[in-house]
């Protein structure tokens, strides 16, 4: 089968492009970057090199294709994210129609299920609607929880200041699971026979903040490694010192205190799947402490 991956050599297109490449398949992989064309040959891919901004070099990229995997790249030169990420998916909604697709596994977020108050994730839920207006395409939208490698963010302020947090506190709930697990599902989505538009849940763990943090402390060395919640104010300052635009940062505040509320995870709480991913925090932290002590 032929497949389209979009998402250039990215934490899930790459173990997915593999995926589907170890079982048999033709895999195009969509990148803007030129210097990647080398390593996506090495996998055994086609290169597409181009933008998600094009629609016509998409609708050439998805040409042909069995199905395809969609995902919005990031943006950190925009601040109006949101927008942004809904315009992605116009570009997607336009692209499918001219080519003629008829599969889609589409990467979306917990939350997304929310059309406010989430940060970015709300945006994904603009991708869910615009796609779902699609009329004889399949499609399934890969609502994945909070990623694993995040917690790699947080290397700075652990060596700065001793300490992990954020605006919301060490009860709250976090689901989260690890970027392989999502690529092993879509991976079986494509291959999958399937004709409806459906939202599934793609997670590995869930557990308070207070624990993770005892876990990942452990594993450096630091078991009493505390967790700080900050007010919305400090934690938007925070990040704007760290670098990151205003508007950036007022996502991800907000993000923080929908995941404080518990709002973020409300729906999946209510349709919880039976099967988790199998990566757990126990797995993931021999890589988070290989990267601390990396100093990197």
Same mark, same amino acid.
């Given at each position: 089968?032929?497949?389209?991956?979009?998402?250039?050599?990215?934490?899930?297109?790459?173990?997915?492009?593999?995926?589907?490449?170890?079982?048999?398949?033709?895999?195009?992989?969509?990148?803007?970057?030129?210097?990647?064309?080398g390593k996506i040959e090495a996998l055994g891919a086609n290169p597409a090199i181009g933008s998600v901004e094009d629609v016509d070099f998409l609708a050439r990229s998805f040409e042909g294709a069995d199905g395809i995997y969609t995902m919005v790249p990031p943006n950190w030169n925009t601040s109006r994210y949101r927008q942004y990420i809904g315009g992605i998916g116009k570009v997607y909604l336009k692209a499918i129609q001219l080519s003629g697709i008829k599969?889609?596994?589409?990467?979306?977020?917990?939350?997304?299920?929310?059309?406010?108050?989430?940060?970015?994730?709300?945006?994904?839920?603009?991708?869910?609607?615009?796609?779902?207006?699609?009329?004889g395409v399949a499609i399934r939208h890969l609502r994945a929880?909070?990623?694993?490698?995040?917690?790699?963010?947080?290397m700075v302020t652990?060596?700065?200041?001793?300490?992990?947090?954020?605006?919301?506190g060490?009860?709250?709930?976090?689901?989260?699971?690890?970027?392989?697990?999502?690529?092993?599902?879509?991976?079986?989505?494509l291959?999958?026979?399937?004709?409806?538009k459906k939202h599934l849940y793609v997670v590995g763990e869930e557990g308070r903040i207070?624990?993770?943090?005892?876990?990942? %402390?452990? /594993? &450096? =060395?630091?078991?009493? $490694?505390?967790?700080?919640q900050f007010s919305d104010e400090e934690t938007l300052n925070g990040m704007i010192a760290g670098g990151m635009s205003k508007g950036i940062a007022e996502m991800y505040v907000e993000m %923080?205190? /929908? &995941? =404080?509320?518990?709002? $973020?995870?409300?729906?999946?709480?209510?349709?919880?799947?039976r099967d988790f991913g199998p990566t757990k925090l126990s797995d993931f932290v021999s890589e988070f402490a290989a990267v601390y002590h990396s100093g990197k």
């Open positions: 089968m032929k497949f389209t991956v979009t998402g250039s050599l990215g934490n899930i297109s790459k173990p997915l492009t593999q995926l589907l490449i170890d079982k048999g398949h033709e895999v195009t992989v969509v990148s803007s970057d030129s210097q990647k064309a599969k889609v596994v589409n990467l979306s977020s917990i939350g997304a299920h929310l059309p406010a108050g989430t940060g970015s994730i709300a945006g994904l839920h603009d991708v869910e609607d615009i796609l779902n207006t699609l009329d929880g909070l990623f694993f490698p995040n917690f790699f963010f947080d652990i060596r700065n200041m001793g300490l992990m947090g954020n605006n919301y060490s009860g709250s709930t976090l689901v989260m699971v690890h970027p392989r697990d999502i690529a092993g599902t879509a991976c079986r989505e291959e999958s026979l399937f004709t409806e207070g624990s993770i943090v005892r876990v990942l %402390g452990s /594993a &450096i =060395g630091k078991p009493d $490694l505390p967790w700080v %923080g205190r /929908a &995941i =404080g509320s518990g709002v $973020l995870f409300e729906d999946f709480e209510a349709h919880k799947p």
